[in-house]
Nanobody, 118 residues
Framework: QVQLVESGGGLVQAGDSLRLSCAAS????????MGWFRQAPGKERNVIAT????????NYADSVKGRFTITRDNTKNTIYLQMNSLRPEDTAVYYC???????????WGQGTQVTVSS
């Protein structure tokens, strides 16, 4: 069973940058589309960025487009989320997810907290 582990969260000020990482436990990682989601307190979990298995296709939510970049390194079984120009409204728990058994997001990491102070 594939396991995903996020890291890189923390407390930053508005305008700062952070890079999140999500490491997968299996080499079959390279077969899966991957995504980053976030959930703010009292709100639903929403997708913010996705990337195809090859890394050739990336999509972003409007709220992060132009500020966040999703990439993957299949040699390291890892995806990344580079977050620039962070805003207080980016404060949330960030999760990575994979489409392992289907086209649904069926495998999740435990999440990493990102807090942006104004």
């Amino acid at each position: 069973q594939v396991q995903l582990v996020e890291s890189g969260g923390g407390l930053v000020q508005a305008g700062d940058s952070l890079r999140l990482s999500c490491a997968a436990s299996e080499r079959t990682f390279s077969r899966y589309a991957m995504g980053w989601f976030r959930q703010a307190p009292g709100k639903e979990r929403n997708v913010i960025a996705t990337i195809s298995w090859s890394g050739g296709g990336a999509n972003y939510a409007d709220s992060v487009k132009g500020r966040f970049t999703i990439t993957r390194d299949n040699t390291k079984n890892t995806i990344y989320l580079q977050m620039n120009s962070l805003r207080p409204e980016d404060t949330a728990v960030y999760y990575c997810a994979a489409q392992v058994r289907s086209t649904l997001w069926d495998t999740w990491g435990q999440g990493t907290q990102v807090t942006v102070s104004s």
